[in-house]
């Protein structure tokens, strides 16, 4: 069966650096989501794309963040200067319709620690 | 702006009894998605069950069955004959139904419960 997959897993970085989270989504669907979840929370929306274009993007997703499909195949979250709040689990999801009944795939996630 | 509420934080059941996980939330829409979503300790997020508002009847998924009151804007999620594999965390989930030119409907979670199956 299909599925999203992410990489890193597991992701250590220092506050203040670039770092790049990689997602494969599902290969014919269309639009991808980047969500996050700070440990022991709730899982919030960051941004969906579609067409290439950012669908839609919450208030958490500023400057620092962004997103490429440099591919036909992989869709990136960039965060250009991480901070210490950034340390969360990131999860990439895609679907295939944006009509009725469309789902939306989660990827295992990348565990992101900024120290 | 829509919102989701699930105010117990910790459930516990018996393996194979019963167990119902509550779900409420605001939304002046009429025609959306309400899904329940399973997180086990490997953190992947599994869709358990879904729900289309324009629907009457409750959706059933094998052991998973949902109450949906529209009207009182709960979705509770209901576990019959538990299973030690039930136990995760559990979010609830909203999804608009309203179609954007060029953009799909983001997910809005709840805070999650988590369940633990007694052996």
């Known amino acids: 069966e299909p599925e999203v997959t992410q990489t890193p897993s597991h992701q250590v970085t220092q506050m203040g650096q670039e770092v790049i989270l990689r997602c494969v989504p599902i290969?014919?669907?269309?639009?991808f989501y980047w969500y996050r979840q700070i440990l022991g929370q709730k899982v919030e929306f960051l941004v969906s794309?579609?067409?290439?274009?950012?669908?839609?993007k919450s208030e958490i997703f500023d400057d620092q963040f962004s997103v490429e499909r440099p591919d036909g195949s992989n869709f990136t979250l960039k965060i250009r200067s991480t901070k210490l709040e950034d340390s969360a689990m990131y999860f990439c999801a895609s679907s295939d319709e944006r009509g009725r009944n469309n789902e939306q795939f989660f990827g295992p996630g990348t565990r992101l620690t900024v120290l | 702006a829509q919102t989701v509420t699930q105010s117990q934080p910790e459930m516990s059941v018996q393996e194979a009894e019963t167990v119902t996980l509550s779900c409420t939330y605001d939304t002046s829409e009429s025609d959306y998605y309400l899904f329940w979503y399973k997180q086990p300790p490997s953190r992947q997020m599994i869709l358990v069950i879904r729900q289309e508002a324009y629907k009457q009847q409750n959706a059933t998924e094998n052991r998973f069955s949902v109450n949906f009151q529209k009207a009182a804007k709960s979705f509770s999620l209901k576990i019959s004959d538990s299973q030690l594999g039930d136990a995760a965390m559990y979010f609830c989930a909203y999804r608009s139904a309203r179609l954007v030119v060029g953009a799909n409907s983001k997910l809005t979670f709840g805070k999650g419960i988590t369940l633990s199956v007694r052996p």
């Open positions: 290969s014919n669907h269309l639009y």
């Open positions: 794309f579609y067409n290439n274009e950012i669908s839609e």
